[in-house]
């Protein structure tokens, strides 16, 4: 390592002043300046940390956005979601690789340009799409793929490639994004407009204990799809022993099909922050974390920007809104890619810098979260139901929705439809409405709340969106008669098999035996006894995991089989001669060739 190298991560550490709980942004910072953090790096961070090296090595090893090989100074992440892969990412697959002249997974030999392919990047409503760097290209073509390398071969600089910016904020000076919002029905709680600080101003004239009240009052669940009583929760923290205390928003959406955060985070982000600055009242927080998923990088300029805005307008800062005592800021806390810091045990590890790996649980995070203090950790939809809440009052948004679901819920809606994007519905709405309201009458199965939620067939459609019948985080993807769903929940599970922290071994194992066992169906092997399996072994894994992300992760396989079964039937063959049609003598002797090192004719 070179002095001058020395001096780089002395002065980004110095940038955080050395704090070990900002690692992850530091070794972000570190690989935007040398393309990888490796060997001599890591122990220079250590050192400058004052930790050791292995803590450094375990948070670098485990984020897909940080590597410690040398990487091109350009990063192409093609999609690899179900979604992309309807909408052509193979043909633009194979246009990278043929203009590039590498395969996914390598980098150019002049050490340039890398091409890798990502899970979903929350864009399946402008799908297929990638993340050149920071910079995200929608709707996708052989043709746009191959100007975009013929673009950056000449100059390395992605942003220049954009021919067009999104709607909205997304042609806002400091996002410049190709992003389209999609926003194809707005309702009265996310998209209703509030001027800056009015619902802030409301909850400084109570106490917090009468703004938690208001919450509970409204019977707001959490939209991350879980559903646990906000105010509840707001409760739990403030109650909890302890003087700090702090709220994490998350921004980390990472389902395939969800997208609405994006949308949010472009558009409605004063409404966010002033649900983040009502909750950090209610509980007694004076720090904010906003969690921004990698993917969405592209927004931090913007964010910033607004909240130093609401810092100029004290809504931010020392004694908000002229109320003394009262002190509350945020910070962004950027993620490196991974889909498990959704878990909201994993998220407050991650904020500390540490692997996304969830916690055991007790204690919640109400009683010992981030920095072992007190946290609430809050979806972005739920804060901007608080500030809306606030402003309106919780009996008019209990009586929207349904009773056991109160309010709306932003749907993201992608695939086999007229028009995908982001739809805001009373709950309590019927799936054959939003089939109506998208566009897509030839609607085969929908995928609802993303892989970790259920597929439903057309017997289905007059089930309800709510927490008491069909709850979701927002995802909402459609499938058509062509599609095939055995190979979507094959599809699935590799997603999760990818995205599995590997704690646990009924999670870490059992999904991989469960795709096996789809891959001999898919691959014309399947027997009988193999439904059997899915289903004992998928029952097996949601029961024995320690997170959500292991007792949802079978739902693919689970709910296809409830729903559609004739379609895993039909591909199943019979045993004969008494020879199971799984067993593949050909595969075995090859796999038994590779493993002894010899030639079938040796001995
Ligand atoms: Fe990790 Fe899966 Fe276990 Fe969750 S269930 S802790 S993701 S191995």
């Given at each position: 390592m070179s002095e001058r190298q020395t001096a780089d991560v002395r002065g980004i550490c110095r940038t955080y002043h050395r704090d070990p709980g900002r690692l992850i942004d530091i070794v972000r910072d570190v690989q935007a300046q040398s393309g990888c953090v490796a060997g001599a790096t890591i122990d220079a961070i250590a050192r400058e940390l004052g930790v050791h090296r292995v803590e450094v090595e375990s948070t670098v090893s485990f984020y897909a956005f940080l590597s410690q090989e040398p990487q091109g100074r350009v990063v192409i992440r093609l999609c690899d979601d179900i979604i992309d892969e309807m909408n052509g990412s193979a043909g633009v697959a194979e246009a990278f690789r043929e203009e590039l002249g590498i395969d996914f997974g390598e980098t150019t030999p002049d050490g340039k340009i890398t091409l890798e392919w990502t899970p979903c990047i929350g864009m399946c409503d402008q799908a297929p799409a990638a993340l050149v760097n920071d910079v995200v290209f929608p709707n996708l073509s052989r043709e746009v793929a191959r100007t975009i390398v013929r673009g950056l071969r000449e100059h390395l600089m992605p942003q220049r490639l954009i021919q067009h910016y999104g709607d909205g904020n997304n042609a806002h000076d400091l996002v410049q994004s190709a992003v389209s919002n999609n926003i194809r029905q707005q309702g009265p709680v996310v998209f209703a407009p509030m001027p800056a600080g009015e619902a802030i101003r409301l909850a400084l004239a109570m106490n917090p204990v009468e703004v938690i009240r208001q919450v509970k009052t409204s019977r707001l669940r959490g939209r991350g799809g879980a559903g646990f009583p906000t105010g509840m929760k707001w409760e739990f923290t403030r109650n909890a022993a302890g003087g700090q205390r702090y709220l994490l928003c998350n921004a980390d959406e990472g389902e395939p099909g969800t997208f609405k955060d994006r949308v949010i985070l472009t558009e409605r982000s004063d409404l966010l922050f002033e649900g983040m600055?009502?909750?950090?009242?209610?509980?007694?927080?004076?720090?904010?974390?906003?969690?921004?998923?990698?993917?969405?990088?592209?927004?931090?300029?913007?964010?910033?920007?607004?909240?130093?805005?609401?810092?100029?307008?004290?809504?931010?800062?020392?004694?908000?809104?002229?109320?003394?005592?009262?002190?509350?800021?945020?910070?962004?806390?950027?993620?490196?890619?991974?889909?498990?810091?959704?878990?909201?045990?994993?998220?407050?590890?991650?904020?500390?810098?540490?692997?996304?790996?969830?916690?055991?649980?007790?204690?919640?995070?109400?009683?010992?979260?981030?920095?072992?203090?007190?946290?609430?950790?809050?979806?972005?939809?739920?804060?901007?139901?608080?500030?809306?809440?606030?402003?309106?009052?919780?009996?008019?948004?209990?009586?929207?929705?349904?009773?056991?679901?109160?309010?709306?819920?932003?749907?993201?809606?992608?695939?086999?439809?007229?028009?995908?994007?982001?739809?805001?519905?009373?709950?309590?709405?019927?799936?054959?409405?939003?089939?109506?309201?998208?566009?897509?009458?030839?609607?085969?199965?929908?995928?609802?709340?993303?892989?970790?939620?259920?597929?439903?067939?057309?017997?289905?459609?007059?089930?309800?969106?709510?927490?008491?019948?069909?709850?979701?985080?927002?995802?909402?993807?459609?499938?058509?008669?062509?599609?095939?769903?055995?190979?979507?929940?094959?599809?699935?599970?590799?997603?999760?098999?990818?995205?599995?922290?590997?704690?646990?071994?009924?999670?870490?194992?059992?999904?991989?035996?469960?795709?096996?066992?789809?891959?001999?169906?898919?691959?014309?092997?399947?027997?009988?006894?193999?439904?059997?399996?899915?289903?004992?072994?998928?029952?097996?894994?949601?029961?024995?995991?320690?997170?959500?992300?292991?007792?949802?992760?079978?739902?693919?396989?689970?709910?296809?089989?409830?729903?559609?079964?004739?379609?895993?039937?039909?591909?199943?063959?019979?045993?004969?001669?008494?020879?199971?049609?799984?067993?593949?003598?050909?595969?075995?002797?090859?796999?038994?060739?590779?493993?002894?090192?010899?030639?079938?004719?040796?001995?």
């Open positions: 600055t009502i909750a950090g009242y209610a509980i007694g927080a004076d720090t904010g974390i906003l969690y921004l998923r990698a993917e969405y990088a592209y927004l931090r300029r913007f964010l910033e920007h607004m909240l130093q805005e609401r810092r100029r307008q004290e809504l931010l800062g020392k004694g908000i809104c002229g109320h003394e005592g009262f002190d509350f800021d945020i910070r962004i806390q950027m993620g490196a890619g991974a889909y498990v810091c959704g878990e909201e045990t994993a998220l407050i590890n991650s904020c500390e810098g540490f692997r996304g790996d969830p916690r055991n649980r007790p204690p919640f995070p109400a009683q010992e979260g981030y920095r072992g203090c007190p946290t609430s950790v809050n979806n972005v939809e739920t804060l901007c139901c608080a500030a809306r809440i606030l402003q309106k009052g919780a009996s008019w948004f209990a009586q929207l929705g349904s009773s056991g679901s109160t309010g709306t819920k932003l749907l993201s809606v992608s695939g086999d439809c007229m028009r995908p994007g982001i739809y805001e519905v009373p709950f309590g709405i019927k799936i054959a409405e939003v089939l109506d309201l998208c566009g897509a009458p030839e609607a085969h199965a929908v995928q609802i709340g993303g892989p970790s939620g259920q597929m439903l067939g057309q017997d289905g459609f007059g089930r309800t969106i709510c927490y008491d019948d069909v709850a979701t985080g927002g995802a909402f993807m459609i499938f058509g008669r062509e599609r095939d769903v055995v190979y979507i929940a094959a599809k699935f599970l590799d997603f999760f098999v990818e995205e599995s922290c590997g704690y646990c071994t009924p999670c870490r194992v059992g999904n991989v035996l469960l795709k096996d066992s789809l891959d001999r169906i898919l691959g014309g092997r399947g027997e009988p006894r193999d439904l059997d399996l899915l289903q004992r072994l998928g029952k097996t894994v949601k029961a024995c995991s320690r997170c959500g992300l292991g007792q949802t992760s079978p739902n693919p396989v689970l709910t296809t089989l409830e729903h559609f079964r004739g379609e895993y039937e039909a591909r199943l063959q019979m045993p004969t001669n008494g020879r199971r049609a799984s067993f593949d003598i050909q595969a075995a002797l090859t796999e038994a060739t590779r493993i002894t090192s010899r030639s079938r004719g040796e001995r």
